[in-house]
């Protein structure tokens, strides 16, 4: 059975659509329409932004200063705001890069390290009787077991 396009995407990671957008930025202005399509064909079909999740990380970005905004013509001739990288947001997208270099790593390292902890394993106790109200279980030794 092979999987649609709709099965194979996958669910962005809180905060990773900030750097997304900014990423997408960086090679000059988009409307917010053309920002989705480049996310969804930069990953090849594999990330869609939906329309809810992406105007108000746009309108975030435009407050904390990490992009410009400006109304324009589309290339269907419709009128359209266009986004732009500031040069608090060419920052911001080197230290979000940083910050997802170093998670991809991390998880990386734990996922594939190799584990040597073996887990204890329960020995059953056999007891066995040497007189006088003395036992011994041959794991610990002799000792006296109340009844």
């Known amino acids: 059975m092979t999987k649609t396009p709709e099965d194979r995407r996958l669910e ?7 750097m997304l957008i900014l990423r997408t930025l960086q090679w000059g202005p ?3 329409h053309g920002i989705g399509l480049a996310i969804r064909q930069q990953s090849d079909d594999l990330l869609k932004v939906e329309t809810g999740s992406l105007y108000p990380a746009l309108h975030r970005l435009v407050r904390r200063g ?3 905004a400006e109304w324009g013509v589309s290339e269907a001739n419709q009128r359209a ?3 732009q990288l500031t040069a608090k947001g060419r920052a911001q997208l080197l230290r979000e890069q940083d910050r997802w270099t170093q998670l991809v790593r991390a998880i990386g390292l734990a996922l594939h390290r190799v584990s040597f ?7 059953p106790r056999q007891i066995y009787p040497l007189g006088g109200g003395r036992y011994t279980d041959k794991v610990n030794g002799l000792g006296h077991l109340p009844g």
């Not at 962005?12 to 900030?18: I, K, M």
């Open 117 to 123: 902890w073996i887990p204890p394993v329960e020995i």
């Open 81 to 83: 705001k266009f986004y």
């Open 30 to 32: 988009r409307h917010g």
């Open 12 to 18: 962005l990671l809180q905060g990773t659509l900030d």
């Open 66 to 68: 990490w992009l410009a």
